[in-house]
């Protein structure tokens, strides 16, 4: 499965979940460790760990590797890995101090990179 595929099925996870602000920010020419980044928000701790979960159930479902996980326990940041794209998953206010869309791509969330 191309890094594309992989991507649109996380989009379309997070989407079916109810993920919030989603963004997704390029890596080319930034970063050597994935592609893409999908940055999204969630409305509390367990919505998080839901939306996570559902990425990991899709890509199972598709026969992809699971990704690993960072972050499960924690309340406001979870960051799984699939690879080719890196998904990050925040609370609105660890996101906001974070900033990841200005660090990585100097966009605001919603848009592309």
């Known amino acids: 499965m191309t890094k594309g595929q992989i991507e649109q099925l996380a989009i379309k996870a997070l989407e079916d979940q109810k993920a919030q602000d989603l963004t997704v920010i390029s890596l080319a020419g930034k970063a050597d460790f994935a592609d893409s980044m999908i940055i999204a928000s969630g409305t509390s701790s367990r919505h998080i760990q839901a939306l996570a979960a559902r990425v990991q159930e ?5 026969d992809q590797p699971r990704g690993t996980v960072e972050g499960s326990g924690a309340t406001d940041w979870v960051l799984l ?3 080719s794209v890196i998904v ?3 609370l609105p206010q660890a ?3 974070y900033d990841l869309e200005q660090l990585w791509g100097g966009v605001r969330p919603g848009g592309l990179a």
């Open 58 to 62: 899709v890509m199972q479902e598709h």
């Open 81 to 83: 890995d699939l690879g």
């Open 88 to 90: 990050h998953l925040f």
């Open 95 to 97: 996101r906001a101090y």
